[in-house]
């Protein structure tokens, strides 16, 4: 995919990936050149190294390889990025505890289908998975919250910890630009329609999203084309957008916070994947889905058990 300059020093690229997902990557032209994620396995070779190509880098102009998270869509192409540039990995500490393979499929594959009792759908997703997640790779700087990565002249992002999407989810500020690179951790309505909002820890997530709402931000530059009140779809919010795409994420954390406890309130022994379906149905309208659409929209069964675990212990 072509790059996209939106600001003098940044180009986004859209890369599309398994399953007709699509994730926008940030390269950072100053000094120390930069590339905030990296995709899946497949987007190095089939749009990242294209795309250097084709606005006159080379792989080894990259020196700093920035994941805002672990998750596979995002990191998955850090082995080939790695390989071809010889860039350091920065994530935030807490999700680089999480690069062991097994750990990474017990909590973002194995655990969802066990929910809905769907075990014997586990190899097929970890195989999926492991596709995507692509070769092992090293984290040279474990990041924390206030740490600054300094790419020279006057290009400084500082290390924001917004947890709840996973548990090492960052968000990285351009102070100077007041430029936001939030990843997924502003999720909007979910991504594409029917979509979902998707995070492990309901408290972590919503008081992440509280958090960047006191920031001034100018320009929010999202990793996925997620959902919100406005009728256009993009990766990019500027202006006004952001604080109402940041409103927008609270009133969906709201709509299934109270469709879980309202589901749960009328029927406290309801079974999990009955909860799934009618917490899903209940909270389409507000989340831009049809109600009588069929399936599970993504992200819908790890958010609305982040949220049941915000609730005491069911007898």
Same mark, same amino acid.
């Given at each position: 995919m072509p790059a996209t300059r939106i600001h003098p020093r940044i180009l986004q690229i859209a890369a599309p990936f398994e399953g007709n997902g699509l994730v926008n990557c940030y390269l950072i032209d100053a000094p120390k050149k930069a590339i905030i994620d990296t995709g899946?396995? *497949?987007?190095? =070779?089939?749009?990242?190294?294209? $795309?250097? @190509?084709?606005?006159?880098?080379? $792989?080894?102009?990259v020196r700093v390889i920035i994941n805002t998270h672990l998750h596979s869509d995002h990191a998955g192409g850090n082995a080939d990025m790695l390989e071809a540039s010889g860039a350091g990995i920065h994530m935030h500490r807490a999700d680089a505890e999480l690069t062991d393979r097994d750990q990474y499929l017990e909590k973002y594959c194995r655990d969802a289908l066990r929910l809905m009792g @769907?075990?014997?759908?586990?190899?097929? *997703?970890?195989?999926? @998975?492991? @596709?995507?997640?692509? =070769?092992?790779?090293g984290v040279e700087r474990r990041l924390e919250e206030g740490d600054v990565i300094d790419l020279g002249d006057e290009v400084r992002l500082t290390v924001l910890h917004t947890p709840g999407h996973t548990p090492g989810s960052a968000s990285f500020y351009w102070e100077s630009e007041r430029i936001l690179f939030s990843g997924d951790a502003v999720n909007g309505r979910g991504g594409r329609s029917p979509g979902f909002p998707l995070y492990f820890d309901a408290a972590d997530y919503l008081n992440s999203i509280k958090r960047l709402r006191d920031i001034p931000v100018e320009t929010l530059a999202q990793a996925h084309r997620y959902r919100w009140s406005a009728p256009t779809q993009n990766a990019i919010r500027t202006g006004a957008e952001v604080r109402q795409t940041l409103e927008d994420s609270i009133a969906a954390w709201q709509t299934v916070d109270v469709a879980v406890k309202d589901e749960l309130g009328r029927d406290p022994r309801i079974q999990f994947p009955e909860l799934v379906h009618r917490v899903v149905h209940t909270c389409a309208p507000a989340l831009g889905n049809d109600p009588d659409a069929e399936g599970i929209p993504p992200g819908a069964i790890p958010t609305i058990a982040a949220h049941m675990r915000t609730l005491p212990e069911r007898p």
């Open positions: 899946t396995a *497949s987007v190095p =070779r089939a749009s990242l190294l294209p $795309a250097l @190509q084709e606005i006159g880098w080379q $792989a080894s102009d @769907q075990a014997d759908q586990i190899s097929e *997703s970890e195989a999926v @998975q492991l @596709q995507m997640l692509g =070769r092992e790779w």
